[in-house]
């Protein structure tokens, strides 16, 4: 059975009212940290934070939850490497946990988007640049999508895309925590495709190439945009002014609808590249 390093049993105490605020972006922003439900995606947070993108700062436990051996051993492991665990009641615990999909653990953790300046990733494979995708449930699936595929990591240009958004990272499975991702502009990631020599490969509506007829695989940057709102001209401009390599590809639309979801989108694109690499 574990032991808690605190139990708390009120709604109005401070640590559970911190804790509920992370929910809120701009709580987030304040203090760097976020909230994790589930084990699965505690324990890849876990896994993580050797490689110091992610710091477990405390645990918080549904007291009443059932006796689960496997879980009170993980939380001793995490005790001894520092992490507080703490007991709450069950009305505190539904204050903080993300409906009945939190396993009775829900964690806080120390963890954001990297600035572009860090994010470092193997050349000779693709990268995924999305623009706009503000739904955490998309950023999450896409995130899926680039660890399934190999894709070498994600750029979000959007201060509004927040890998940090606990719906975000429960929708991504934990692979938020293993598959590289920066928060920049749309200029900032045109200027690194440009200095990266990434050929920019658009998925648009319109789209020269039907997306298999395009090269995808290699040192490319698979660009999406927003459903609402597409991408914007800076790309064009960029590619008009020769400082990126850029192609547009499509992906035809038998029925009325004009797109597809942008995770589908770019789950068909990483697999696409996938297909195309040359096998070990």
């Given amino acids: 059975m574990t032991t808690f390093h605190e139990q708390i ?3 109005a105490n401070p640590r559970v ?9 701009d709580a987030r922003r304040e203090t760097g940290l976020t909230l994790v439900d589930g084990r699965r995606e505690l324990a890849r947070a876990a896994a993580a934070a050797a490689g110091t993108q992610s710091e477990i700062v405390e645990v918080f436990v549904a007291a009443d939850a059932p006796p689960d051996g496997d879980r009170d051993a993980w939380l001793d492991t995490l005790a001894a490497q520092g992490t507080r665990i703490i007991g709450l009641a069950r009305k505190p615990f539904e204050k903080i946990a993300f409906g009945s999909r ?33 739904k955490p449930g998309n950023l999450g699936a896409i995130l899926r999508t680039a660890d399934a595929a190999g894709i070498a990591g994600v750029i979000a240009c959007d201060a509004a895309t ?77 590619s008009d ?10 992906l035809p639309m038998q029925g009325i609808a004009d797109s597809l979801n942008v995770s589908a989108t770019a789950a068909v694109l990483a697999y696409e590249a996938l297909r195309q690499a040359p096998q070990k």
Avoid at 241 to 250: L, N, S, Y
């Fill in 17 to 25: 009212r911190q804790a509920a605020r992370l929910r809120d972006a």
């Fill in 162 to 238: 927040d890998p940090a958004n606990p719906a975000a990272i429960r929708a991504s499975l934990g692979t938020v925590f293993t598959v590289p991702v920066a928060v920049t502009t749309t200029q900032a990631a045109i200027d690194w495709c440009g200095r990266h020599a990434r050929r920019v490969i658009a998925a648009l509506p319109e789209g020269r190439l039907v997306w298999h007829e395009a090269a995808l695989a290699g040192n490319t940057a698979l660009l999406l945009g927003s459903e609402a709102h597409g991408l914007s001209p800076a790309w064009q401009q960029a």
């Fill in 102 to 134: 939190n396993e009775s653990v829900v964690g806080v953790v120390r963890f954001s988007g990297r600035p572009l300046e860090q994010f470092t990733v193997a050349a000779g494979r693709p990268v995924l640049v999305i623009e706009s995708v503000e």
């Fill in 9 to 11: 049993t009120s709604t």
């Fill in 241 to 250: 002014a020769g400082r990126i390599e850029f192609e547009t590809v499509r």
